[in-house]
């Protein structure tokens, strides 16, 4: 396997002021005379209507960023020369913004959009308030909720840093599944607050879309939001995650040729998404599974502080192994990985069963590269986007909660889940399956509809779809 290691720094210059603007071959000569290579050039306006020029280009090393920035400033002076990086730039004002599905042109308009006419729908949902899913944004809105307190792998950093995490994950629900999501950080880490929070927004939105809180209080927040509530709530770093390496341990599973009540599966993370993953293996099918954290192998016998570890230890793990990772990982078949870098060795491949596959989930590190485990492994997965079988979220959270709107789901359940796996793995026809290509890729326009489709049918099938005149109804935007 062969991979691009190669990073570049991708940069914009602003030349500010009409008179900059005449300057810019002189600002390209500055940058590509010290190593800058142009991507691109365009006109642009700030806030005041000043007159602006945006040069993109990018460098190899940031020796060479630095003396284009001397260069260009000194020739041109700090106050009118402005840098910044690509992904920054971006960013600036946030990645969302609100728009009309009508225009408001004459008075007309005015007065059906607001009042008076807005009195007749409001009426209409008082008088039965489920035709809120049909005459407000809650047909086709999801909350996408956090506290800041486990974003990415940069942990506990507040919710107004985790601001540009949840943008994003709006984003992504409307790119690919058409879902509008807004991004709500809370400014609380206790449990009851949060639950009181979302439960008081809920009216609003169709779906909750949890993300980046913390476990253990994450369990409690999801368990109680989802009992106390009648539209559905996700926690996306559990069971996203979940739904989305089950999808690819089937298909590694086909690869391989192995059963799935046959396998002997090590998991080294037990927190929110390991505990979810684990719940998942075990619902699926598989019966050897083994969790492991920094002290070994979660057995019987120990009594662990962590209540979940407790439930853990019952479920999983039958012949009561104990022991670090090096020794439970003899004969295994699977290795997941959901917790940090260099867990695992190459010495612990060497005595793995035959054609072992390895999910080393860990971003951006993950538990062993690619490269060093290629030469002892049959199926490689990572969450990385710079290698083959990429196991991204983003195959499972915005088909689900299309698939849960359109319907009218009350809730998503532990079987929408395990048929949404499947729906995912079935995008990678048996022509196309082969060991670097087990998940479909996240731009596959069939995921969507497929996991869509898997949530509507076990909706209406287990009941969990809202029912209106003795029949069931589809929601559809």
Known sequence: MTINAAKHHNYIVRAIGGEKIKYVNEIIQGIESNKGEIKKIEAAYKENKDKSVLVHFHVNDLTSIAQIKDNLENRFGEADIQFMDEITHLHLGGKLETTLKHSIDTMADLAKVYTPGVAQVCMEIAHNPERAYDLTVKKNTVAVVSDGTAVLGLGDIGPEAAMPVMEGKAALFKQFAGVDAFPICLDTKDTEEIIMIVKALAPTFGGINLE??????????????????????????????????????????????????????????????????????????????????????????????????????????????????????????????????????????????????????????????????????????????????????????????????????????????????????????????????????????????????????????????????????????
């Open 212 to 477: 980046d809180i913390s476990a253990p209080r994450c369990f409690e927040i999801e368990e109680r939001l989802k009992q106390e509530l009648d539209i559905p709530v996700f926690h996306d770093d559990q069971h996203g995650t979940a739904v989305t390496v089950l999808a690819g341990f089937l298909n590694a599973l086909k690869v391989c040729e192995k059963n799935i009540a046959d396998v002997k599966v090590v998991l080294v993370g037990i927190g929110a998404a390991g505990i979810a993953v684990s719940k998942m293996l075990l619902n699926a099918g598989v019966k050897n599974l083994i969790g492991v954290d920094r002290n070994g192998a979660i057995h019987r016998g120990e009594p662990y502080s962590n209540e979940s570890w407790n439930e853990y230890a019952r479920l999983t793990n039958p012949d009561n192994l104990q022991g670090p990772l090096s020794d439970v990982i003899e004969g295994a078949d699977v290795f997941i990985g959901l917790s940090g870098p260099g867990v695992l060795k190459v010495d612990y491949l060497k005595t793995m069963a035959k054609d072992p596959i390895v999910f080393a989930m860990a971003n951006p590190a993950p538990e062993i590269s690619p490269e060093e485990a290629a030469p002892y492994v049959r199926v490689m997965a990572t969450g990385r986007s710079d290698y083959p079988n990429q196991l991204n979220n983003v195959l499972c959270f915005p088909g689900i909660f299309r698939g849960a709107l359109d319907c009218g789901a009350r809730q998503i359940t532990e079987e929408m889940k395990l048929e949404v796996a499947k729906a995912i793995a079935s995008a990678v026809s048996d022509e196309e399956l082969s060991e670097t290509y087990i998940i479909p890729d996240i731009f596959n326009k069939e995921v969507v509809k497929r996991v869509r489709d898997a949530v509507v049918e076990t909706a209406h099938r287990t009941g969990m779809a809202r029912i209106r005149n003795n029949k069931l109804e589809s929601l559809t935007v």
